[in-house]
């Protein structure tokens, strides 16, 4: 073989595999969430185990009562900030608002370029934390559990999706992806083992039944 020839066949090689690659980018999900990596399924089921099952009361819910969405850094609040943090080429203007990029919902798979599809789910809600015990919590606490961007609490998501999940737990709602199931329970457990909040008998037990596959 030449090494003109070597030359041609590697170049074409390389080409064939860059065009392969591109495929797959194109074909694949155009961003992925960045929520921040749960704890292990088996330190999850430790936590499990030792949380408090209690009843829920919603006796004096109101969502006003969790301060959300505050100020991060410069003009970026909480929302944008998982935006960014959560999408692929993402655009702001001054103001901190998402002009262009795109997001991927690991819920159910769909990806999508306007940040108007998207809404940033509170993986365990804030109508939960309160039946779970935040409704002893001061406004501080309440405001750093509804903001809170270092557990794995705040995920950007489908819209309709985040609005069928309302403020139901595991034990009536899950992701349709079955693949992301697994971190999702793992998510659960350690925000409400963070929190200090109860779970119910129910929820504890799709919860034990979740963590099994993991």
């Not at 704890?39 to 949380?51: E, G, Q």
């Not at 006796?59 to 850094?73: A, E, K, N």
């Not at 403020?167 to 009536?172: K, L, R």
């Not at 079955?178 to 659960?188: E, F, K, L």
Request: glycine share 6%.
């Amino acid at each position: 073989m030449s090494k003109f020839y070597a030359r041609r066949r590697l170049g074409f090689l390389a080409a064939f595999t860059g065009l392969i690659a591109s495929a797959g980018l194109l074909n694949g999900p155009a961003a992925s969430a960045a929520l921040p990596t749960p704890v292990s399924a088996a330190t999850a089921r430790t936590y499990l185990a030792s949380l408090t099952v209690a009843t829920e009361d919603r006796t004096g819910y109101d969502r006003d009562l969790f301060p959300h969405w505050i100020t991060q850094s410069g003009t970026c609040n909480t929302r944008e900030t998982i935006l960014k943090r959560d999408g692929t080429n993402v655009v702001t203007d001054s103001s901190c608002a998402a002009t262009s990029g795109s997001w991927y919902s690991p819920y159910d798979g769909a990806t999508w370029s306007a940040s108007s599809d998207v809404d940033i789910d509170h993986l365990v809600p804030l109508a939960e934390a309160w039946d779970s015990g935040a409704d002893v919590w001061t406004t501080s606490r309440r405001q750093s559990f509804a903001n809170d961007l270092t557990r794995p609490q705040l995920l950007a998501v489908t819209d309709n999706v985040n609005q069928s999940k309302g403020d139901q737990d595991p034990a009536t709602w899950m992701p349709s992806r079955s693949a992301y199931r697994c971190t999702y329970v793992r998510a659960w457990v350690q925000v409400k083992y963070y929190y200090d909040l109860s779970v119910d008998s129910a929820e504890k037990s799709a919860l034990q039944g979740y963590l099994a596959n993991c």
